[in-house]
Structure formats: C-alpha cells, structure tokens
C-alpha cells in the first residue's frame, strides 16, 4: 500500500522528466488508509488522477466497483508504455515507485503531543487519527488563539511533524 503524499510527488516527477518518452499509462493503486481505489491515466504530459470517486464520478450510487472489497487483494498494478522505457528507465521507475510504500512503523500514536509545520511555522498538535485518506497523520493543530483546526502530516517525517518541543 502507497503513501498518497509520496505518490502524487512521484507521478509529478514522472510527468517532469519522462513525459515526453511516456506514450500511455494507466494504473489502480490500493493506498493506506483508503477504502477507494487510486485510479490513474495519462498520454504523454496529460495525466488525470485521483480517488475512485473523482474518477468514475459516482456520488454514493453503487461505487462497488470503486472500492476495494473484503475478498479483494489490495495491490498496486500500472502500465507504462513509451520510447525505451524498460531499457533506460526500469530501475528508476522501480525505485522511485517502491519509494512511495506507506510508512510501516510511524512514530506517534493517537492522543500523542506533537508540533506540526505549517505557513506560519511549528504549531503544538494532537494526533487525532492514524492512515487517514492516505496520510500518515491527521491532526488536530491549534493556533496562538486557541482555535484549533484539523490537519494532515503528508509524511512521517521531521519535516512535517515532530516531537514537542524539538529544535
């Protein structure tokens, strides 16, 4: 399962540097924390992408085909077809899709203090929920007026969140 974060940078990067070189590409990704199917396509540097919903367009009339069910293995299948793909870039792509797997062992726990970065730097947060909509975290971050406002982490990384009090 994917790391939705780490899988939109990726693909971002693909459409950047290859998508000159892709002819078509296509793929349903099973992303942590979400019921839906990731469905992608793409010609060249024209790509589309996103939940099973946003695709399909299904507004809760039978999305069964959308959504991953019990007796359904969660796996990770795309295409890629383009100019020597295979021969110049198959490591490159293998490494940078395996780069996108979802964090196994994240650091904090629900309840747990933390300091989340933001526009206006490190604010002191709550985890409120594990592997929500594909990231790690989501948390409950609270402003110098007390006001608090829900958030995601897109990583389990000190670039986005980090213990309390941690310079």
């Known amino acids: 399962e994917l790391n939705v974060s780490k899988l ?16 078509r590409y296509k793929g349903v990704l099973a992303v942590k924390g979400c019921s839906e199917k990731y469905i992608f396509q793409g010609v060249h540097m024209l790509f589309t992408g996103g939940f099973s919903s946003k695709i399909l367009g299904w507004n809760g009339n039978t999305p069964e ?3 991953w069910q019990p007796s359904e293995p969660r796996e990770c299948r ?3 077809i383009g100019k020597n793909i295979k021969q110049k870039h198959s490591e490159r792509l293998r ?4 780069a996108c ?3 196994e ?3 904090f726990k629900v309840g747990d203090a933390a ?3 933001g526009a206006c730097g490190w604010r002191p947060a709550t985890v409120t929920k594990l592997w929500d909509e594909g990231y790690p975290y989501r948390l409950e ?8 406002v829900e958030v995601w982490a897109p990583e389990d990384d000190d670039k986005f969140i980090r213990a309390p009090g941690q310079a």
């Open 78 to 80: 795309f295409v890629l």
């Open 65 to 67: 085909a959308g959504i």
């Open 115 to 117: 300091e989340a970065k």
């Open 8 to 23: 939109s940078g990726w693909i971002r990067s693909l459409m950047l540097d290859l998508g000159t070189e892709l002819f």
């Open 141 to 148: 971050v609270r402003d110098g007026d007390g006001e608090s």
């Open 95 to 98: 490494s940078g899709f395996l």
């Open 101 to 103: 797997a979802a964090e």
């Open 105 to 107: 062992n994240l650091r």
